[in-house]
């Protein structure tokens, strides 16, 4: 059928008006023409982001819309018009909420418990102040910028190749640490127990020593009476000093002499008086005294170190071990006393020739305690050592790194030593690691100038400073008790 | 004859820097067919289209039937304008309606005749300019003679008293322009129409005019019958009466 | 100098060209005031303006809806608002993009053609053959296009909302996954009487833009075919001007 142009003008403006109409009434919703619905009214103290034809819900159901918002006293007056079909309790309360951050503002109505119902014209109780999503968001968007921030400095170190790089690389360090840590334990197995039988056999053989150690003291006290004996009996110079009766009268009157001063000085007589009684001068006496008392407290303070290690020699397969007491009055300065349990502690020399034959030497050693005393020295990351070194005199150099954990020490001492195999100075080079405060390992090169005994040796031990040790102490007492 | 139908006095009239009327000055007395000969360009059409009030001259009257144009308002100048009829150039057929609906449109615009009433009326003046059966077909379908039959039928429609050529016969063939000259000849005798036609066809000016104006430069030139315009001694008049390009006349 | 001498002129003439516009438009509401109005007039150019112009409106609309949708889906998506879409869609088709999406198609088609007609008219001299016959020009070929134009845009548009609200629903539904309920609840929830009949209201004073402008651009054509052709131009490129000018100003008054 061919339509007339006016037929086809009429056909679209009909369609026109009917999809005009079916869009005006789908948009208007329910209450498009004659409003429905009863009117409510709420005090708010703020309803930002609320606006006209807002939703308003019970349980998240929506059982109205707002329908005008208007300032009263300060206050958002809101109009809510609720479907005529619901029925609200008196009580119920209504609070602005939003469907979530981004989401619409609407008003959630909490439905009373009260026996009567809501009618057209009443007025809802505020129940609470609106959540303050804003804030909320301000205080997000603040914790974002951290976070953000933290992430662009963490993309900044790794997101670069170089960045990933370097953790690979640590990962990797970490793995082989791991590795060549178990692989070690696991090799050093014996070692370390007979590291420890070593330790026992030197804290017995400490044992077996101590009394003569003991014994050569009372020697020493026995001679020291004799000694006494003779200056009492006049012998020896000292025996005439003290013995004189000349000298005794001498230091008599000198005694009265400084007696008769002593007596000045309180009058405040002389220059000494004179210095006690001026105030000044006490002053400034008092504070030498305090200086003096100050230094007293510093060497109260001393730091002590107490620490034991052992050595594994890996050619000779001897473990050298190692008590070791540090006093450090300053931060750069300590004394160091160490006794050694070395194997070559002495060292025999057989040799034997039986017939013609070439001479046999034999070397035999055994096990001697020895002592090092040494003065310390920081100066930075350097330390300097000097004094006693296993019996002889030496020298020692120490670079700490990374914060003391990673400890690089030269030593060199017995210069001339009775040792027949060590003809060269004893020189050491060591490398420590503290894992964490008490434990450290160690490894080295022991003796490189005289290349018979020279060894690679490697170690562990254990170092407590004395606020470890009163804890020590103090709950192994408590054990005890 | 003798009372003025129109009267043109003093006309001038500008297009920008153009000055293409400077002082024209003609009457057309009742009955007569003036025909105003010109170059092309010379501003015939100008003239043409001031007495039907197209334009409004700069300076001078246009007084039409004893009304000055210039100061009628628009309705009194539509009442003025049903007494005229106007023949153009090339129709100016409207386009979008047929035939007989051109021929009929002033008695629509004018009557409150029905459609077929209408119909009955274009069907009879399109028999007046001898042309039968094309009520029905559109203005595009006709050749240049019958669009020209055509817009005198509608010219004529409304049986006025004034009848304005626009150039009647140029674009068609001789004997079409013959015929087309026998049709205004007839439309006088039979309509009793005061005419005014512009032209540069002489031939048609011949047939068709009881009186020539020639136009030149903005002004009448000369005014007289056939016989006194072919036998003029003006020199302008004379030159484009012989079609000569040697003369007064500037070709360029 | 010289660029800067061009740049007064083109404004002088803008200007004066959009007066004369406006003054055309008074005039056309003057006569269009004056019983009879050619009814069969109006409803030929409404049937131009109007029918004639549904298909590539309606074309037009369902792909900007569908495209509205993908576009304004792949944004919300960044912050789970999907179902937002709805509302981007009906309020961007209704308030903005239904009405001038559909006057510049109309001003492109009909206005165009209106330039193209009244222009050979024009050149054709059957302009002043009307007026010859004491049929006024504005009443007879202005008035009936500026019904039309007035009528015809706002129900262009509203089938142009409802079919891009049509085609953005079906991408979203259909090939993005929405949940189809919360997207109508969208859009719906959202829009407003005053978008649609804003819109609307735009539509109204864009057909009386289309209208008048190429009825102006026709009736001044001169020089012919060529004229015609500029003027054909000349209409299209005014009326969209003034479309968008206007609707700026539209928007900032109406929403």
Request: hydrophobic share 40%.
């Amino acid at each position: 059928m061919r339509l007339s142009a006016e037929a086809r003008v009429g056909l679209v403006v009909l369609l026109g008006v009917i999809v005009l109409t079916y869009m005006t009434f789908t948009v208007g919703g329910y209450h498009f023409g004659r409003e429905t619905g009863y009117r409510l009214f709420a005090l708010f103290d703020t309803v930002a982001g609320l606006d006209a034809k807002s939703g308003i819900k019970v349980a998240g159901v929506e059982v109205g819309k707002v329908e005008v918002i208007a300032l009263q006293d300060g206050q958002a007056k809101v109009t809510l018009r609720i479907k005529p079909e619901v029925k609200l309790r008196k009580g119920t309360e209504a609070a602005v909420r939003a469907t979530g951050l981004l989401g619409e503002k609407y008003i959630e109505l909490i439905p009373g418990k009260k026996e009567a119902y809501l009618k057209d014209g009443d007025s809802l109780t505020v129940s609470e102040k609106v959540a303050d999503l804003d804030r909320l968001i301000n205080q997000f968007s603040g914790i974002a910028a951290d976070i953000k921030m933290v992430s662009a400095s963490l993309r900044e170190a790794l997101g670069t190749d170089e960045g990933k790089q370097s953790l690979k690389d640590i990962v990797a360090n970490i793995r082989e640490l791991s590795r060549n840590l178990s692989v070690t334990v696991k090799d050093n197995r014996e070692n370390f127990t007979k590291a420890v039988a070593n330790i026992q056999e030197a804290s017995s053989s400490l044992k077996t020593d101590l009394p003569k150690l003991m014994e050569s003291l009372n020697r020493t006290s026995e001679k020291l009476e004799a000694i006494a004996t003779k200056v009492e009996r006049g012998e020896g110079t000292l025996g005439k000093l003290i013995q004189d009766e000349g000298i005794y009268k001498k230091l008599d009157s000198t005694l009265e002499g400084l007696s008769n001063i002593t007596k000045k000085v309180e009058k405040g007589e002389g220059t000494i008086g004179k210095l006690f009684s001026d105030e000044k001068a006490y002053d400034q006496i008092t504070t030498a005294l305090e200086g003096l008392s100050n230094a007293v407290t510093r060497i109260e303070r001393f730091k002590t170190v107490v620490g034991f290690r052992n050595e594994y020699q890996f050619d000779s397969h001897e473990n050298k071990g190692y008590f070791s007491v540090q006093l450090q009055p300053r931060e750069d300065k300590y004394y160091l006393l160490e006794l050694v349990d070395d194997p070559r502690g002495r060292v025999t020399q057989t040799t034997t020739q039986i017939d013609n034959n070439p001479p046999v030497v034999e070397y035999n050693t055994e096990h001697r305690l020895k002592l090092n005393a040494e003065f310390g020295r920081r100066f930075s990351d350097l330390g300097l050592r000097l004094g006693l070194m296993e019996n002889s005199f030496g020298a020692g150099a120490d670079l700490y790194l990374f914060n003391d954990a990673l400890k690089f020490s030269a030593d060199a001492w017995d210069f001339n030593s009775d040792d027949p195999l060590n003809n060269h100075p004893h020189l050491k080079a060591t490398a420590s690691y503290s894992f964490f405060k008490y434990l450290f390992v160690q490894g080295g090169y022991d003796n490189f100038l005289n290349r018979k005994i020279d060894t690679g040796f490697a170690g562990a031990g254990l170092r407590f400073e004395d606020d470890d040790l009163k804890y020590l102490l103090g709950s192994g007492m408590l054990k005890a008790k | 004859m003798g009372e003025p139908m129109i009267q043109l006095i003093d006309l001038y009239k500008s297009f920008g820097d153009n000055r293409v009327l400077q002082g024209v000055n003609l009457t057309i007395e009742r009955g007569e067919t003036m025909v105003i000969i010109g170059g092309s360009g010379s501003g015939k059409s100008v003239i043409l289209k001031h007495i039907i009030g197209l334009m409004k001259p700069d300076r001078g009257k246009v007084i039409v039937v004893g009304q000055d144009l210039s100061t009628l308002r628009e309705r009194a100048l539509d009442e003025l304008r049903k007494k005229f009829g106007m023949l153009f150039q090339y129709a100016a057929l409207f386009d979008s309606l047929m035939v007989w609906e051109n021929v009929g449109f002033s008695l629509r615009q004018q009557t409150h005749l029905n459609d077929r009433e209408i119909k009955q009326a274009a069907i009879e003046k399109l028999s007046m300019v001898g042309l039968r059966g094309v009520e029905d077909r559109m203005p595009a379908d006709l050749s240049g003679g019958m669009k020209k039959r055509v817009g005198l039928a509608r010219a004529i429609a409304m049986e006025p008293e004034i009848l304005l050529y626009d150039e009647p016969t140029t674009g068609l063939d001789p004997i079409m322009a013959d015929a087309i000259n026998e049709l205004i000849l007839e439309m006088k005798r039979r309509l009793q129409v005061t005419g005014a036609a512009i032209t540069h066809d002489m031939t048609s000016a011949y047939k068709i005019a009881d009186r020539i104006a020639m136009l030149y430069q903005g002004k009448i030139q000369a005014v007289g019958t056939p016989d006194e315009i072919k036998n003029s001694s003006n020199p302008i008049v004379h030159q484009f009466v012989t079609g000569s390009s040697i003369g007064p006349i500037k070709t360029v | 100098m010289k660029w800067l001498e061009l740049l007064g002129v083109r404004t002088t003439k803008f200007i004066e060209e959009v007066g004369q516009v406006f003054l055309l438009f008074l005039q056309t509401i003057k006569w269009s005031l004056r019983p009879p109005l050619g009814f069969r007039n109006i409803l030929k150019q409404m049937e131009e303006v109007g029918v004639r112009s549904i298909p590539v409106v309606l074309i037009t609309a369902v792909s900007t809806g569908m495209v509205l949708a993908l576009q304004s889906h792949t944004g919300f998506k960044r912050f789970n608002a999907e179902s937002l879409v709805g509302t981007v869609v009906a309020l961007s088709m209704t308030r903005e993009l239904g009405p001038v999406l559909t006057a510049l198609i109309v001003a492109g088609r009909a206005g165009a053609a209106m330039a193209a007609e009244l222009g050979t008219m024009r050149v054709t001299e059957q302009i002043d053959a009307l007026s010859t016959m004491a049929a006024n020009p504005i009443k007879y070929l202005i008035v009936p296009r500026l019904l039309a134009g007035m009528l015809m845009l706002p129900i262009l548009t509203i089938f142009s909302d409802a079919i891009g609200i049509a085609g953005g629903y079906f991408v979203a539904v259909q090939v993005l996954n929405v949940n189809p309920v919360v997207y109508l609840r969208r859009t719906t929830d959202f829009l407003e009487y005053d978008d649609i009949y804003g819109g609307l209201l735009k539509a109204f004073v864009f057909g009386i833009i289309i209208a008048t402008v190429s009825c102006y651009k026709g009736f001044n054509t001169e020089g012919g075919a060529e004229g015609v052709g500029k003027a054909t131009t000349g209409a299209v490129v005014l009326s969209s001007m003034l479309i968008l000018i206007s609707d700026y100003f539209l928007t900032a008054i109406l929403f």
